[in-house]
């Protein structure tokens, strides 16, 4: 079992990777490259270099890592950070996430993650595009409580064009996982002129309608807080240009997905 692995942060009190409040592990490494990615330091599997400040968790500050986004650690320094915030889990039902970037790319490191947390009686969730071998799901379901999924574009050519792999894996996953009986919340990234198109919108309620066992739907809309990142990481910027949703355009998105029936939220 692997012990360390590669992160690019650790968020403290997060309110939106799951149920309660939650640490937040961001695991380095990602297969897909999607255009509007809010954070472009994941992508890489390994330390980059970037231009300014970037790393936020770092508790032993070293001034020769400051141009270097992501670093390696063991599964007990992770564990150490997650412990501290026990009291706040218990009181919330929160618990520990873990996004990226995939974090199934480093499934050993995330494997021995999760049951470590089970171990300590920890809620876990992970966060994930679903863009992976099932057999590695049927290794962590065990020790996972929640799935936080991605949804982008269920069109197979336009997936492709937008992050680089097919959805055809991400969206059998995803019906084998909830058919299993595993805990689903969506994640659905609302991309101006992208993903938030009538055609992409519609033929995602009827896949989600075919679904089992999901809890929640959150729409992430498009923000440009990734702008800076980009030019810090001198990575192509592909929406340098487009314009966020307002508050009524992600009110209007939201109303079609009520329909479903599921809890609902914006932001996530
Ligand atoms: S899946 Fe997430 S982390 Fe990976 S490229 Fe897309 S938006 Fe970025």
Redesign the pocket.
Known sequence: MHTTGYIFDIKKYSINDGPGIRTTIFFKG?P???W????PE??EPEPEEFHGCLFRWNPDFDPSLKNVVGRRVTTSEVMKEIEKDIPFYQQSKGGATFS???PMLQIDFLNSLLKKCKLKDISTAIDT?GYTDYKNFECIYDATDYFLY?LKLMNDDEHIKY?GVSNKNIHDNLRKLTDAGNKVILRIPIIPTITDTAQNLGEMLNFITSLKTVLEIDLLPFHKTADSKYEKMRKENKLPNLKPLNDEEMENIKSKFSKLGYPLKIGG
């Open positions: 990602c897909l490259k999607c509007w990615c809010h954070n994941s992508r990226g970037g995939e595009t991605d992050t």
